[in-house]
C-alpha cells in the first residue's frame, strides 16, 4: 500500500509535465525500445526518436537522431568515411556499450543518455541528465553536462574571448559591415569547438547545415549544448590526448587544403578600389620603388562595368590582358573580387547564359529569386546544383583568358540589401531540394567550391587562389578566408588574431585579416603594430575602405615604411619556414597560426584574458600581439626556454613578465630546439634566392623534427612526386642535427646549406659531419634594419643582434648526420 501510495502521488506530478510538453510542442527521445548492431553500427529506437551511432574510427563517433526514421545520408562537409575499426558492441537490459581501442560510449536505456569515456572511464563528456536531447517543434538540440572549469574553444569564425565558456553564438552566414568585436553571427560557419577539463579534451562537431545555436553556459549553470532550428541532430565525437590530434581526425572528416600557390603566401596590397589602370600601375611601381616585397594586387568591385561580375569597365581598365602581362613581368599577380549576384539585364552575357541554363534559385512559383546587391536587381546562381557550378566554371574561362591569377569571393553569405532574403527561395540541393534556410549556411561552401574546381579546370595545371568571405565546414578544401570588414582600431587588430586562431582550431590553417584595417583611418602606431603582426598571418593582405585615408605602407610616413619594410623583408625570408608549414597543414590539418591551447592545453594562464591573444606561428614562434597604444606589456611564456627572435637572449618557461614597448618592434620568440629554414631576401616569388639555405637551429633541451618541403610552388605536379621532401631532426642528447634521405623527384633551389646555431658555445665549436671534422665559425645575425635618426637630436639606433656560430656545406641529398662538442 504505501508504495502503491507513493507512485500515485508521482504520478501526479508526472502527468502534468507530460501534458505541458504536449502543450508546448517539447518531445523528448525517451527510453530505447530496440536495439540492432550491425558491425560498427548500432541502430536504436526510442519512444520518440531513431537514432544511428556508426564508429568512423577508434577515435570517432557519429551520433545521428530524428524524429522520424532517418533520411537519405548526406552532407557537403564531410568527406571521410568510417575506417574498418575494431569494435565490440554488448548491452543489459539497462545499458548498451561500445568499446574501441581508444573510447568507450555508455548508452543507458531508460532514458536514452549517451557518455564518452576513456578507455580508463574517465568521463569525457556526457549528455545532461534528465535533458539529453529533445525536439521543440522542429527545432533540435543535445543538452551535455558542464564539467567542471571546463573550457570551449574553436567554433570557426567567433568573435568574443578565447575561451567560449558563458557565452552563446548563432550560426547565421552574415554580412556584417563594420562588425563590433562582440557582434555574432558573422560571416561564416564552421560548428565544430574543442572542449578541455579534467586533464582530457575532445572534439564536437554538429553538420547541421541550419542555423545552429550553441550555448556554453549562457543563461545557465547546468548545461552546455547545441541544436538547430531544422533537420537532423548529427554530430561527431572525437577524442585524443592531443588537441593537435582532434584537428587531425576533424580534418580527417572534412577534408585538408591543396598546397597553395607559393605566390598567395607573399605580400599583397588592396584597396576598395584600386582604378583605374593607372593607379594599379602606379601602386605596383611604387611597391618596387621602394624595396617593399610584394607578390600581389587586388582589385575591388570597381574594376567592374556598374559592378557587372565578369566584366570590366574599359574605360577604367581599357586591356586586361594587358595589363595582367605587365604586372606579371614585375613578379605581380592579379587577384579579382567576384560576387554572386548576376545583374538582370538584357543583352548581359552573364544573365542571358544564366536564363537560357536555367540555373538560377527560384520561388515555388518557378520564377526566379530577385534581390538588390552592387550592380542593382540581380539573380542568384544555385551552387548546389551541378548545372549551376557548371556555369560558374565556364564564366571563369575567362578571367583565365586574361590571365588572372586569383578569385577572391565575396557577398557570399548570400548578401542582399535588406539581408533578410526570403525562406521559400528554393534550391536544387544536388537534386534533392531544400529551401534557404537549409541551404543559407552552406551557399558560401558552394560558391568557393564551384570557382575552385572552375579554376582549376580553366588554367590547367596552375593551382588556383581562392580567397572567401564565407564558408561552412570544410571550406580548408577549396580557399582561403579572411575575416572580412573590420574596424581600423587596436581593439579589431586583437579580436583578428583571435579569429584566426579559432579558425586554425577548426581545421582552416589559410586565413588572413584586412591588415591596418578596413573601415575608418589606422593611426600611423596602430598601422605599424598591425603589419608586423601581419608578417604573422598566414595570408596577408592590406585593405582598406572607400573614403578612406591611402593605406599602403609609404602612407603613413618614413619611419612607418622603414618598420613595415622589416617585417615583409622578415616573412620573405622565412617563406621556405612557412612553405614548409603550409605543407604540413595539408599533411594533417595543423594551423599556421596555432592558438597556445594547442600545445599547452592544459596550462590555464593561456585561457587568461590578459594572455590569450599569444599565439605560436608554425611551431617555432611565439608571438605576444600588443596594440599600438600599450607602452607596457604583460607576457606569458610557457613550459620550456624561448630565446627572443631579435638579439638571442633566454627567456625560461613557465613565468609572467612584463615588458616595455616601442612601436618599432613587435615582441617575437623562438621556442627551444626550433629549426628554422629561411632565405635571402627577394622582391617577390618569382625571384630566385641565392643558392643557400639559412638554417636555423635553436639550442634545447628536447627532440624535435622539421620536415623541410619544396615544390615548383604553382602547380599540381608535386601529386605526382615532383616534390623535395626531407626530415630534419635535432637531438640534444646525441648532440646531432641530421637529415633524412630526399624524397621526391624534384630539385632543390639550394646547393649549399649555413647551418646557424643559436645558444650554442662560443669560440668555434668542434663538428662532424658524416665523421668528417669541421669547426663552426663565430658569425653575427641581425634579422632587422636599424631604423633611421629621424629626430637629428636622439639616440641613434644601433643594430640589435646576436652572436651565432655557423657552418656552410653542401646541400647533398643522401642521409647527412652532423654531431657538435658543446
Same mark, same amino acid.
Given at each position: 500500500?504505501?508504495?502503491?501510495?507513493?507512485?500515485?502521488?508521482?504520478?501526479?506530478?508526472?502527468?502534468?509535465?507530460?501534458?505541458?510538453?504536449?502543450?508546448?510542442?517539447?518531445?523528448?527521445?525517451?527510453?530505447?525500445?530496440?536495439?540492432?548492431?550491425?558491425?560498427?553500427?548500432?541502430?536504436?529506437?526510442?519512444?520518440?526518436?531513431?537514432?544511428?551511432?556508426?564508429?568512423?574510427?577508434?577515435?570517432?563517433?557519429?551520433?545521428?537522431?530524428?524524429?522520424?526514421?532517418?533520411?537519405?545520408?548526406?552532407?557537403?562537409?564531410?568527406?571521410?568515411?568510417?575506417?574498418?575499426?575494431?569494435?565490440?558492441?554488448?548491452?543489459?537490459?539497462?545499458?548498451?556499450?561500445?568499446?574501441?581501442?581508444?573510447?568507450?560510449?555508455?548508452?543507458?536505456?531508460?532514458?536514452?543518455?549517451?557518455?564518452?569515456?576513456?578507455?580508463?572511464?574517465?568521463?569525457?563528456?556526457?549528455?545532461?541528465?534528465?535533458?539529453?536531447? #529533445?525536439?521543440?517543434?522542429?527545432?533540435?538540440?543535445?543538452?551535455?553536462?558542464?564539467?567542471?572549469?571546463?573550457?570551449?574553444?574553436?567554433?570557426?569564425?567567433?568573435?568574443?574571448?578565447?575561451?567560449?565558456?558563458? +557565452?552563446?553564438?548563432?550560426?547565421?552566414?552574415?554580412?556584417?559591415?563594420?562588425?563590433?568585436?562582440?557582434?555574432?553571427?558573422?560571416?561564416?560557419?564552421?560548428?565544430?569547438?574543442?572542449?578541455?577539463?579534467?586533464?582530457?579534451?575532445?572534439?564536437?562537431?554538429?553538420? +547541421?547545415?541550419?542555423?545552429?545555436?550553441?550555448?556554453?553556459?549562457?543563461?545557465?549553470?547546468?548545461?552546455? #549544448?547545441?541544436?538547430?532550428?531544422?533537420?537532423?541532430?548529427?554530430?561527431?565525437?572525437?577524442?585524443?590526448?592531443?588537441?593537435?590530434?582532434?584537428?587531425?581526425?576533424?580534418?580527417?572528416?572534412?577534408?585538408?587544403?591543396?598546397?597553395?600557390?607559393?605566390?598567395?603566401?607573399?605580400?599583397?596590397?588592396?584597396?576598395?578600389?584600386?582604378?583605374?589602370?593607372?593607379?594599379?600601375?602606379?601602386?605596383?611601381?611604387?611597391?618596387?620603388?621602394?624595396?617593399?616585397?610584394?607578390?600581389?594586387?587586388?582589385?575591388?568591385?570597381?574594376?567592374?562595368?556598374?559592378?557587372?561580375?565578369?566584366?570590366?569597365?574599359?574605360?577604367?581598365?581599357?586591356?586586361?590582358?594587358?595589363?595582367?602581362?605587365?604586372?606579371?613581368?614585375?613578379?605581380?599577380?592579379?587577384t579579382l573580387i567576384v560576387d554572386p549576384g548576376v545583374k538582370v539585364e538584357k543583352g548581359y552575357g552573364t544573365y542571358e547564359r544564366g536564363v537560357k541554363d536555367d540555373i538560377f534559385a527560384k520561388y515555388p512559383d518557378g520564377s526566379y529569386y530577385t534581390g538588390q546587391v552592387w550592380p542593382g536587381w540581380c539573380h542568384f546562381p544555385d551552387f548546389t546544383n551541378p548545372k549551376g557550378r557548371a556555369f560558374w566554371a565556364n564564366e571563369l574561362k575567362k578571367y583565365a583568358s586574361e590571365g588572372i591569377s586569383g578569385i577572391w569571393n565575396d557577398m557570399n553569405e548570400f548578401s542582399t540589401w535588406g539581408q533578410k532574403a526570403p525562406d521559400n527561395i528554393l534550391f536544387n540541393y544536388e537534386g534533392k531540394?531544400?529551401?534557404?534556410?537549409?541551404?543559407?549556411?552552406?551557399?558560401?561552401?558552394?560558391?568557393?567550391?564551384?570557382?575552385?574546381?572552375?579554376?582549376?579546370?580553366?588554367?590547367? +595545371?596552375?593551382?588556383?587562389?581562392i580567397l572567401t568571405r564565407s564558408g561552412y565546414a570544410g571550406l580548408q578544401r577549396y580557399a582561403a578566408i579572411w575575416t572580412g570588414d573590420n574596424r581600423a582600431e587596436n581593439d579589431h587588430m586583437l579580436l583578428g588574431v583571435r579569429l584566426l586562431n579559432s579558425l586554425g582550431l577548426s581545421g582552416v590553417p589559410f586565413s588572413g585579416m584586412d591588415v591596418g584595417g578596413f573601415?575608418?583611418?589606422? #593611426?600611423?602606431?596602430?598601422?605599424?603594430?598591425?603589419?608586423?603582426?601581419?608578417?604573422?598571418?598566414?595570408?596577408?593582405? +592590406?585593405?582598406?575602405?572607400?573614403?578612406?585615408?591611402?593605406?599602403?605602407?609609404?602612407?603613413?610616413?618614413?619611419?612607418?615604411?622603414?618598420?613595415?619594410?622589416?617585417?615583409?623583408?622578415?616573412?620573405?625570408?622565412?617563406?621556405?619556414?612557412?612553405?614548409?608549414?603550409?605543407?604540413?597543414?595539408?599533411?594533417?590539418?595543423?594551423?599556421?597560426?596555432?592558438?597556445?591551447?594547442?600545445?599547452?592545453?592544459?596550462?590555464?594562464?593561456?585561457?587568461?584574458?590578459?594572455?590569450?591573444?599569444?599565439?605560436?606561428?608554425?611551431?617555432?614562434?611565439?608571438?605576444?600581439?600588443?596594440?599600438?597604444?600599450?607602452?607596457?606589456?604583460?607576457?606569458?611564456?610557457?613550459?620550456?626556454?624561448?630565446?627572443?627572435?631579435?638579439?638571442?637572449?633566454?627567456?625560461?618557461?613557465?613565468?609572467?613578465?612584463?615588458?616595455?614597448?616601442?612601436?618599432?618592434?613587435?615582441?617575437?620568440?623562438?621556442?627551444?630546439?626550433?629549426?628554422?629554414?629561411?632565405?635571402?631576401?627577394?622582391?617577390?616569388?618569382?625571384?630566385?634566392?641565392?643558392?643557400?639555405?639559412?638554417?636555423?637551429?635553436?639550442?634545447?633541451?628536447?627532440?624535435?623534427?622539421?620536415?623541410?618541403?619544396?615544390?615548383?610552388?604553382?602547380?599540381?605536379?608535386?601529386?605526382?612526386?615532383?616534390?623535395?621532401?626531407?626530415?630534419?631532426?635535432?637531438?640534444?642528447?646525441?648532440?646531432?642535427?641530421?637529415?633524412?634521405?630526399?624524397?621526391?623527384?624534384?630539385?632543390?633551389?639550394?646547393?649549399?646549406?649555413?647551418?646557424?646555431?643559436?645558444?650554442?658555445?662560443?669560440?668555434?665549436?668542434?663538428?662532424?659531419?658524416?665523421?668528417?671534422?669541421?669547426?663552426? #665559425?663565430?658569425?653575427?645575425?641581425?634579422?632587422?634594419?636599424?631604423?633611421?635618426?629621424?629626430?637629428?637630436?636622439?639616440?641613434?639606433?644601433?643594430?640589435?643582434?646576436?652572436?651565432?656560430?655557423?657552418?656552410?656545406?653542401?646541400?647533398?641529398?643522401?642521409?647527412?648526420?652532423?654531431?657538435?662538442?658543446?
Amino acid at each position: 500500500m504505501k508504495l502503491n501510495r507513493i507512485l500515485a502521488i508521482a504520478l501526479l506530478f508526472i502527468t502534468p509535465l507530460q501534458k505541458i510538453y504536449a502543450q508546448s510542442g517539447v518531445k523528448q527521445t525517451g527510453n530505447v525500445t530496440a536495439v540492432t548492431v550491425n558491425g560498427q553500427q548500432v541502430d536504436i529506437t526510442t519512444d520518440n526518436a531513431f537514432i544511428k551511432l556508426t564508429v568512423y574510427s577508434p577515435n570517432i563517433v557519429r551520433v545521428r537522431m530524428d524524429k522520424q526514421k532517418l533520411g537519405d545520408d548526406f552532407s557537403y562537409a564531410v568527406i571521410g568515411t568510417p575506417a574498418k575499426t575494431r569494435v565490440s558492441v554488448d548491452q543489459t537490459a539497462d545499458e548498451i556499450n561500445i568499446n574501441t581501442d581508444s573510447l568507450k560510449v555508455n548508452i543507458k536505456k531508460q532514458p536514452f543518455l549517451v557518455t564518452f569515456l576513456t578507455p580508463g572511464g574517465e568521463v569525457i563528456n556526457q549528455d545532461e541528465p534528465g535533458l539529453t536531447t #529533445s525536439w521543440v517543434n522542429e527545432s533540435v538540440t543535445t543538452y551535455k553536462h558542464m564539467q567542471e572549469n571546463e573550457h570551449f574553444i574553436g567554433l570557426g569564425e567567433k568573435t568574443g574571448p578565447l575561451d567560449r565558456k558563458g +557565452n552563446a553564438y548563432t550560426h547565421w552566414n552574415s554580412d556584417t559591415y563594420a562588425y563590433t568585436t562582440n557582434q555574432d553571427p558573422i560571416y561564416s560557419t564552421i560548428p565544430f569547438y574543442i572542449g578541455v577539463h579534467h586533464q582530457v579534451n575532445y572534439g564536437i562537431f554538429f553538420d +547541421n547545415t541550419w542555423q545552429s545555436d550553441f550555448n556554453f553556459g549562457a543563461s545557465n549553470n547546468r548545461f552546455s #549544448s547545441f541544436g538547430a532550428k531544422g533537420g537532423e541532430m548529427n554530430y561527431y565525437f572525437i577524442y585524443h590526448t592531443h588537441i593537435a590530434d582532434i584537428i587531425r581526425s576533424y580534418t580527417s572528416l572534412t577534408g585538408l587544403m591543396k598546397m597553395p600557390p607559393l605566390w598567395s603566401l607573399g605580400y599583397q596590397q588592396n584597396r576598395y578600389s584600386y582604378y583605374p589602370e593607372t593607379e594599379v600601375m602606379r601602386i605596383a611601381e611604387t611597391l618596387r620603388e621602394k624595396k617593399i616585397p610584394a607578390d600581389g594586387i587586388t582589385l575591388d568591385i570597381h574594376y567592374m562595368d556598374k559592378y557587372k561580375v565578369f566584366t570590366w569597365d574599359e574605360s577604367r581598365f581599357p586591356n586586361p590582358t594587358s595589363m595582367t602581362k605587365k604586372l606579371g613581368d614585375m613578379g605581380f599577380k592579379v587577384t579579382l573580387i567576384v560576387d554572386p549576384g548576376v545583374k538582370v539585364e538584357k543583352g548581359y552575357g552573364t544573365y542571358e547564359r544564366g536564363v537560357k541554363d536555367d540555373i538560377f534559385a527560384k520561388y515555388p512559383d518557378g520564377s526566379y529569386y530577385t534581390g538588390q546587391v552592387w550592380p542593382g536587381w540581380c539573380h542568384f546562381p544555385d551552387f548546389t546544383n551541378p548545372k549551376g557550378r557548371a556555369f560558374w566554371a565556364n564564366e571563369l574561362k575567362k578571367y583565365a583568358s586574361e590571365g588572372i591569377s586569383g578569385i577572391w569571393n565575396d557577398m557570399n553569405e548570400f548578401s542582399t540589401w535588406g539581408q533578410k532574403a526570403p525562406d521559400n527561395i528554393l534550391f536544387n540541393y544536388e537534386g534533392k531540394g531544400a529551401a534557404h534556410p537549409q541551404v543559407h549556411n552552406v551557399y558560401g561552401l558552394e560558391m568557393i567550391r564551384s570557382s575552385y574546381e572552375g579554376y582549376k579546370a580553366a588554367r590547367e +595545371n596552375k593551382r588556383p587562389f581562392i580567397l572567401t568571405r564565407s564558408g561552412y565546414a570544410g571550406l580548408q578544401r577549396y580557399a582561403a578566408i579572411w575575416t572580412g570588414d573590420n574596424r581600423a582600431e587596436n581593439d579589431h587588430m586583437l579580436l583578428g588574431v583571435r579569429l584566426l586562431n579559432s579558425l586554425g582550431l577548426s581545421g582552416v590553417p589559410f586565413s588572413g585579416m584586412d591588415v591596418g584595417g578596413f573601415t575608418g583611418g589606422a #593611426s600611423p602606431a596602430l598601422y605599424a603594430r598591425w603589419m608586423q603582426i601581419g608578417a604573422f598571418n598566414p595570408y596577408m593582405r +592590406n585593405h582598406s575602405g572607400i573614403n578612406s585615408k591611402a593605406s599602403e605602407p609609404w602612407a603613413y610616413g618614413e619611419e612607418v615604411l622603414e618598420i613595415t619594410r622589416n617585417y615583409i623583408n622578415l616573412r620573405y625570408r622565412l617563406l621556405p619556414y612557412l612553405y614548409s608549414s603550409f605543407y604540413e597543414a595539408t599533411q594533417n590539418g595543423s594551423p599556421i597560426m596555432r592558438s597556445l591551447t594547442i600545445d599547452y592545453t592544459h596550462d590555464e594562464n593561456v585561457y587568461n584574458s590578459l594572455y590569450e591573444n599569444q599565439y605560436m606561428f608554425g611551431k617555432a614562434f611565439l608571438v605576444f600581439p600588443f596594440d599600438g597604444v600599450t607602452n607596457y606589456g604583460k607576457l606569458y611564456f610557457p613550459q620550456g626556454k624561448w630565446y627572443d627572435l631579435y638579439n638571442g637572449r633566454v627567456q625560461q618557461g613557465n613565468q609572467k613578465t612584463a615588458i616595455d614597448l616601442g612601436i618599432s618592434k613587435l615582441p617575437v620568440y623562438v621556442k627551444e630546439s626550433s629549426i628554422i629554414p629561411m632565405q635571402s631576401l627577394v622582391q617577390n616569388t618569382t625571384q630566385t634566392p641565392t643558392d643557400t639555405l639559412y638554417l636555423h637551429v635553436y639550442k634545447g633541451s628536447i627532440n624535435n623534427k622539421f620536415v623541410y618541403y619544396e615544390d615548383d610552388g604553382a602547380s599540381f605536379n608535386y601529386e605526382k612526386g615532383e616534390y623535395y621532401k626531407r626530415d630534419i631532426t635535432y637531438n640534444p642528447t646525441k648532440k646531432s642535427i641530421s637529415f633524412s634521405r630526399v624524397e621526391g623527384s624534384a630539385k632543390s633551389k639550394f646547393n649549399n646549406i649555413k647551418l646557424i646555431l643559436h645558444g650554442f658555445k662560443d669560440g668555434g665549436l668542434p663538428v662532424k659531419i658524416n665523421g668528417r671534422t669541421m669547426r663552426a #665559425s663565430n658569425d653575427f645575425q641581425s634579422l632587422m634594419v636599424p631604423i633611421s635618426r629621424f629626430d637629428p637630436t636622439g639616440f641613434s639606433n644601433p643594430v640589435e643582434g646576436e652572436n651565432v656560430q655557423s657552418i656552410v656545406f653542401r646541400n647533398s641529398s643522401d642521409e647527412l648526420t652532423l654531431t657538435y662538442q658543446d
